[in-house]
């Protein structure tokens, strides 16, 4: 895993030098966003936000190339991540001039304000003498001439679009009042070949798809991953020699594990919250069950016993529920039961069947596949108030981003068989593509990074 990332304190972000010897706006904004939910299915309002280049002291050269070249990327990777959630219309480095390292803590707002900007981020990139780069980030209110936030972050080199996506969450979270999203993780199987051969290979990155990387070389088919909460390993189900088994990968170490080594077909893997059990299905004498294992291992505890198909799981953000889906009732409905698989009951009765749920990381909404025309839908953990998100060919697999607002997905094109993630806001809007370097399937969304 990379190496940790450092904060700093807002208060003790070290402005320029000599910004430090003028009369420093005034800190006694008030805190709070603009107020929203993602409930609200009213058009948020569009925010002007002009993000220029961070600037430096001075243009040295740093692992990660120019210090004065970074400083525009950083500004690059801010503004694409303020643009791609549909709540802001941000402008970034390249259309905008810059800014010397003297004005970031003195903005002249009547230039941003001509040019329509009702919010500006100003930032600055500073490398260090022992090889770090330290990254300051400030939100300014164009309007009312003053700093709303700031941040500074001590990062290695190596993991600069750390300190932009982090900087990003501070302004959207200060902007909507919302919990942050674009400095987390996703899994997902890559695939290549032919629709009859694909190879499917286990792979993760950035929010943002940077930072792409292959985990298995493909020889052995893998699907649904899901990251542990601490982002230390994998879960996933592989098909090495042959057989469907569930494995736990340790990103630190390369190395692999069985959950469980029974030699039955093992499936559909999820973590526990607290990332201290395992959720799967196992099929056992033609009958399939969900069991719950210690992410350590030990002897599974089996929570159904319906003679149906019991696939899956999604336990809720507090642990104490699960949902998942069963042909009990003759076809793939959704069910929820207590953490012990005491209290089973059906939820899904609006039509058609569902499959794949996954618990919104807020607590209060399902996403789940209709398994009937392959839409995503989300519904309320009593079953209620089901909604179509999307409307492709083939759309599945949902699964959350960290802040509960974005569901991401795969979409397989008609007739090639090939795959895509795509993402739609809670609320329907926003249907975007995210670009991977290969087709791509099955993702899985992590938390927040610490």
């Given at each position: ?52 280049g961070f600037a430096t002291d001075r243009d040295v050269s740093t692992p990660a190339g ?327 060919w083939q759309d599945e697999a949902p699964t959350w981003s960290p802040n509960g607002r ?45």
């Amino acid at each position: 895993m990379p190496r940790k990332l450092l904060y700093l304190l807002a208060v003790t972000v070290s402005a320029p030098l000599a910004a430090q010897q003028a009369t420093p706006p005034a800190s006694t904004v008030e805190q709070g966003g603009l107020t929203g939910s993602v409930s609200d299915e009213s058009e948020w309002q569009d925010l002007g936000i002009a993000i220029p280049g961070f600037a430096t002291d001075r243009d040295v050269s740093t692992p990660a190339g120019q210090s004065a070249a970074l400083g525009r990327q950083l500004g690059e990777v801010i503004t694409a991540d303020l643009r791609n959630n549909g709540l802001f219309k941000p402008t970034g480095p390249g259309s905008l001039p810059g800014i010397a390292y003297t004005d970031v803590t003195t903005p002249q707002f009547g230039i941003w304000s001509g040019r329509g900007a009702d919010m500006l981020v100003h930032g600055y990139v500073r490398a260090g003498g022992n090889g770090q780069l330290t990254v300051g980030c400030y939100l300014y209110d164009v309007a009312l001439g003053q700093e709303l936030a700031r941040q500074g972050y001590v990062v290695d080199p190596s993991e600069w679009r750390r300190a932009a996506h982090k900087c990003a969450d501070m302004v959207y979270s200060r902007l909507s009042g919302e919990n942050p999203f674009f400095d987390s993780k996703i899994a997902y199987i890559a695939e290549t070949g032919p629709k009859n051969r694909r190879v499917k290979r286990l792979a993760i990155m950035d929010s943002d798809g940077a930072n792409h990387r292959f985990i298995t070389n493909g020889q052995a088919t893998a699907l649904t991953p899901r990251y542990s909460p601490d982002y230390k390993s994998i879960v996933y189900l592989s098909y090495v020699q042959g057989n469907p088994r569930i494995y736990v990968y340790d990103i630190g170490s390369g190395q692999q594990r069985l959950v469980t080594q029974s030699r039955n077909p093992t499936f559909a893997p999820r973590w526990s919250p607290d990332g201290r059990s395992i959720l799967y299905s196992m099929a056992v004498g033609g009958n399939t069950d969900i069991y719950r294992v210690s992410a350590g291992g030990g002897e599974p505890r089996r929570l159904t016993s319906d003679p149906g198909i019991d696939v899956g799981g999604s336990y809720s953000p507090d642990g104490t529920k699960i949902v998942f889906e069963s042909d009990r009732s003759g076809a793939q409905q959704c069910y929820v039961m207590d953490a012990d698989g005491s209290n089973q009951r059906r939820i899904s009765f609006a039509g058609g069947r569902c499959a794949t749920p996954e618990w919104s990381p807020r607590g209060d909404q399902i996403a789940f596949t209709n398994a009937s025309n392959f839409h995503v839908s989300v519904m309320s953990p009593s079953g209620g108030s089901v909604r179509e998100l999307t409307s492709g060919w083939q759309d599945e697999a949902p699964t959350w981003s960290p802040n509960g607002r974005i569901i991401q997905f795969f979409r397989t094109e008609r007739g090639s068989g090939k795959a895509g993630l795509w993402q739609v806001d809670l609320t329907g809007r926003n249907l975007r593509r995210l670009q991977t370097p290969v087709d791509a399937s099955d993702p899985a969304w992590g938390p927040v990074l610490p």
